[in-house]
């Protein structure tokens, strides 16, 4: 009898790639991407192509989306939070729109690009969030910063955009809200992916997770800190509720168009450390 010949590491890296691909068909874009889709004056967002998450050097085959909101400052400078993959033909729209001119950082794990950005654009300001520097040097990508944010808005853009520092823990972000267009600038801090969008087994962990539309929820890697942080929490929804948002604009999944003050007091309501009680 014939012995089976044994699996050659090129056959198992076939097969590992193979099984890596089924899981990410079925995976959808909010496109058209790179392109800037205004939302209200001076404000718009861009969707941009699948990203992986990359876990100690392995790259997930888990496809998620991100977006990046833009804002046109008073002084036509543009305010590019979270931007996403550098591409040329977005970058000459963009140009037409206004200067770029601040390249944002709001958490740790949204900064990939802004290098590619700062090098078509060397006068742009690069903006730190905790901890960045220290993650990108880890995974050697080749940005530098140049200013930290605070949690007081910089007088680059105190004048259009309020700010504040979302508590949560090694997940904390600095959220934003545009004053004109009442919109509330959001990061991982809440999440609302579309099921529609995902693969399974993805789509069945996103429905355990309980982060996805039409009741996105707070990221999970947050709801702890935030219970051991409550009077940072406590603050951080006041200052958001004082804003009175009334559009949710979100890194990733389906932005919330209208209501804004409802979501977030629905997201807030979850958590009893975050009540008023
Ligand atoms: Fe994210």
Redesign the pocket.
């Known amino acids: 009898m014939r012995e089976c010949p044994a699996q050659t590491s090129r056959d198992q890296t076939y097969s590992v790639q193979e099984a890596f691909r089924k899981m990410t068909v079925g995976a959808s874009l909010y496109e058209p991407i790179n392109v800037y889709k205004p939302i209200a004056l001076d404000i718009g967002i861009v969707d941009g192509p699948f990203e992986y998450l990359t876990v100690g050097g392995v790259r997930l085959p888990l496809p998620f989306t991100t977006r990046m909101t833009v804002v046109r400052l008073s002084n036509d400078d543009l305010f590019l939070h979270s931007p996403i993959k550098f591409d040329e033909a977005l970058a000459s729209e963009l140009q037409r729109i206004g200067t770029i001119r601040h390249l944002v950082s709001p958490n740790q794990?949204?900064y990939a690009h802004i290098g590619e950005w700062s090098k078509a654009f060397p006068n742009a300001i690069t903006w730190a969030s905790p901890r960045v520097r220290q993650r990108a040097r880890a995974r050697r990508i080749d940005v530098t910063f140049a200013r930290d944010l605070d949690p007081n808005p910089p007088a680059e853009w105190r004048q259009d955009i309020d700010q504040t520092l979302f508590p949560g823990g090694y997940f904390k972000e600095f959220v934003f809200f545009h004053k004109a267009s009442k919109s509330l600038i959001l990061?991982?801090a809440i999440i609302n992916i579309e099921l529609s969008k995902m693969p399974e087994p993805w789509r069945t962990a996103t429905k355990l997770t309980g982060m996805y539309h039409p009741r996105g929820q707070i990221f999970f890697g947050m709801r702890l800190p935030l219970l051991l942080q409550r009077r940072k929490a406590k603050a951080a929804f006041a200052k958001i509720h004082s804003w009175q948002p009334e559009r949710v604009l979100l890194?990733?999944g389906r932005c919330f168009e209208s209501r804004g003050d409802e979501v977030i007091r629905r997201t807030r309501s979850t958590w009893p450390t975050t009540s008023e009680r």
Do not use: A
Request: no cysteine; net charge negative.
């Open positions: 794990f949204h990061t991982d890194s990733h």
